[in-house]
């Protein structure tokens, strides 16, 4: 059973830092890219960021190019994004996800139909 628990969200002031994790288990993790989305409340769910198996390409949204690091450690099957220089149009629950296809050598994508898999979500607030 193909499970993804996200963690690591909460309130912090504009300019703070988080990183959340996202804790995968359930299917062959070394194969498949893992990425990284949110939603705000009114707002259609945003492709973040993602991490390749085996060569650990990245690609981030022009949003968060510069502030936010994805990164992945294969011993832990353990996904995490660093968020730093937080804005509060950074304010949304932040979902991880399995890639649907079995890693090929190609970069990941952050369109939401290529993932298969989701976590529940964690809530991400910056405010003063």
């Known amino acids: 059973q193909v499970q993804l628990v996200e963690s690591g969200g909460g309130l912090v002031q504009p300019g703070g830092s988080l990183r959340l994790s996202c804790a995968a288990s359930g299917f062959s993790w070394t194969w498949y890219s893992i990425g990284w989305f949110r939603q705000a409340p009114g707002k259609e769910r945003e492709g973040v960021s993602c991490?390749?198996?085996?060569?650990?390409?990245?690609d981030y949204a022009d949003s968060v190019k510069g502030r936010f690091t994805i990164s992945r450690d294969n011993a832990k099957n353990t996904v995490y994004l660093q968020m730093n220089s937080l804005k509060p149009e950074d304010t949304a629950v932040y979902y991880c996800?399995?890639?649907?296809?079995?890693?090929?050598?190609?970069?990941?994508?952050?369109?939401?139909?290529?993932?298969?898999?989701w976590g529940q979500g964690t809530q991400v607030t910056v405010s003063s």
């Open positions: 991490i390749t198996s085996i060569k650990g390409t990245t």
């Open positions: 996800a399995k890639y649907s296809a079995r890693y090929s050598g190609t970069p990941c994508g952050l369109g939401s139909s290529l993932y298969d898999y």
